[in-house]
């Protein structure tokens, strides 16, 4: 059998060797397991913190099963998770971290391949950076959406039906009975979010990437074919392993182009720009800004599915998938572009693809929307860019001209939206700082500010929002994110006063504050920046090292990789 990365271990027959098989003998392995074959680890962000990710123990299992029948050496091991819904200031914070964890884990150890099991949003980008940063061959396993929520005959949706009852109740539609009610309802079974929020955004982003196997992207976590594809996958690691497909040959420009512009199909979460920019920075794929806008902008809408439109995951599974979705893209993607079947998207999909709910799935010639991939805004304030998700937003509002309302900071948000006595109304613009990768620290999911509650109580639905955050993908409305730079280091949004006129102009990707360049330099010198969010720690480092929303928010130290050679042993 030809010399595995993990014979370097296992394969010693002296002290070192001894070391490495006895102790993992304790386990109860035997002597077979050290002979060579492949050793694949399971990298599991399982966690009960994270509820997305919860059932990955189970699907862990299904994985195992098919590396040892393919004649590997399985090795489950785990990772900081991070759940977007529990974890404070934010998951977006600890990525990077959780990279670091991940490529660490892979690195050390005596792996020759790595199964990726992921779910909730940051658990997807964060062990694919780690990875690609260490480079052996590598497949994702997603833990699949939750079943469709159920309110009152209607289906709802995790994170998009949040914002809407929350507003319901805010304004005494629905009691708070009504709303308790309704959390059971819109959570009824084990996976992450039905909508097309940022995890079922980065399951379809593996996907199109070529980093899973095909039709999985879709599939419901309580689906018996979840674990199938995990078993499938299992195997298949195996075979990559022994065909040295490496990360390095899949994460092509090909294959980052196609993954934006079937990020645009789909409706994909606006966080996928920060994300799929950081997994390349760190594979070595020149990929910037201006990338999203060239290559997604024009790309149509082909799916239905909250919160650009109605329907769930469940219902685009149903439909055909992001199989069909695929294959009405393909005039428009590189279908030779390998995936780690070690076939292109072209033969994945030679014998499915097929539309069975063309109410859920648009034909390529029939979009629900012509134009809908992610718009990048630049102007004086957003020097490095800004974006928007057009299918998200109000079209009467992507050309706007309004009166700046500013809030400072999170706190004097929440201090004052609901005050009766702000100056505010539908025509403003909503703006808020330090919220950004340093300001907050972290950048959290709060651009989709809430409507203050009396314009909400005049049936205001949406208004233009501004800031240096993100939102979820859950979410909708007419909002401007990722400013950068940022307002926490100098950059004009944090110039912004109130009663300034802000002009918007998707068409012409503009985003403009009509203040004069000596009034913001007079600003500029008065302005003082925020004291250190921490002078210790991890907090401490992410603040002095982090990139910009532009480049994609990762650690400067972390950009590239470096490799999988480990030069000497522990002892």
């Not at 994985?63 to 759940?83: D, H, Q």
């Not at 997603?142 to 009852?165: A, C, E, R």
């Not at 690691?237 to 990360?247: F, G, R």
Request: aromatic share 6%.
């Amino acid at each position: 059998m030809s010399k595995f990365r993990s014979t370097d271990w296992f394969g010693k027959k002296d002290k070192m060797g001894f070391i490495y098989r006895s102790w993992m003998k304790n386990q109860g392995m035997p002597e077979d397991m050290f002979d060579g074959r492949p050793v694949i680890g399971i990298c599991n962000t399982w966690s009960e913190l994270t509820p997305c990710n919860a059932h990955l123990r189970d699907i862990a299992e299904s994985v195992k099963r098919g590396v040892l029948e393919a004649g590997g050496f399985p090795l489950e091991f785990p990772i900081m998770s991070l759940g977007e819904t529990l974890l404070k200031p934010t998951a977006m914070l600890f990525r990077n971290l959780a990279s670091m964890d991940a490529e660490e884990s892979i690195r050390g150890n005596p792996l020759d391949g790595v199964v990726l099991l992921t779910g909730c949003d940051k658990t997807t980008p964060s062990t694919l950076m780690g990875a690609a940063s260490v480079d052996l061959p590598t497949i994702v396993v997603q833990g699949g959406p939750m079943l469709n929520g159920k309110y009152k005959g209607h289906d709802i949706g995790s994170g998009t039906n949040v914002w809407t009852f929350t507003d319901d109740l805010k304004t005494g539609k629905i009691s708070y009975a009504e709303f308790a009610e309704a959390e059971s309802c819109m959570s009824r079974s084990p996976g992450h979010c039905m909508t097309m929020g940022t995890a079922s955004t980065m399951a379809c982003m593996v996907e199109s990437l070529g980093m899973s196997l095909s039709g999985g992207a879709a599939i419901p976590a309580v689906d018996s074919r979840r674990k199938r594809l995990a078993q499938l996958s299992g195997r298949r690691i195996v075979e990559m392993v022994k065909e040295d497909l490496k990360i390095s040959k899949i994460l092509t420009r090909a294959a980052f182009e196609n993954a934006i512009k079937v990020n645009a199909a789909i409706g994909g979460s606006s966080n996928f720009v920060i994300h799929l920019t950081a997994i390349a920075g760190r594979i070595g794929v020149e990929l910037n800004l201006e990338d999203f806008d060239n290559i997604g902008s024009k790309m149509p809408l082909l799916l239905d599915l909250m919160p650009s439109g109605k329907f769930l995951m469940e219902d685009f599974y149903y439909a055909g998938g992001l199989p069909a979705i695929i294959k009405q893209m393909s005039p428009v993607l590189d279908m030779d572009a390998i995936t780690v079947t070690g076939k292109s998207h072209k033969e994945n999909i030679e014998t499915v693809g097929t539309i069975y709910n063309e109410e859920v799935i648009h034909q390529f010639e029939k979009p629900i929307i012509e134009e809908a991939g992610i718009v990048v805004l630049k102007g004086n304030l957003a020097v490095n860019g800004a974006v928007i998700k057009p299918s998200a937003a109000t079209p009467a509002l992507m050309q706007h001209r309004g009166r700046a309302v500013v809030f400072e900071n999170i706190e004097d948000y929440h201090d004052r939206v609901d005050d009766p006595n702000l100056d505010i109304d539908e025509t403003c613009v909503m703006v808020l700082k330090c919220v950004g990768p340093v300001g907050y620290p972290g950048m959290p999911e709060v651009g989709n500010m809430t409507l203050p509650k009396k314009l909400l109580a005049k049936g205001v639905t949406d208004m233009v929002r501004i800031s240096d955050g993100r939102m979820s993908g859950t979410a909708f409305g007419t909002v401007i994110l990722h400013v950068s730079p940022e307002s926490a280091i100098g950059g004009n949004l944090g110039l912004v006063q109130n009663g300034d006129m802000i002009k918007l102009d998707v068409a012409a990707k503009s985003i403009h504050l009509e203040v004069s360049e000596e009034e913001l330099a007079t600003r500029r010198s008065k302005w003082v920046a925020l004291p250190p969010a921490s002078n210790r720690g991890y907090v401490n480092l992410y603040v002095k090292h982090v990139q910009q929303a532009d480049k994609g928010a990762d650690l400067d130290f972390l950009v590239g990789g470096s490799g999988s050679e480990v030069l000497r042993d522990s002892h």
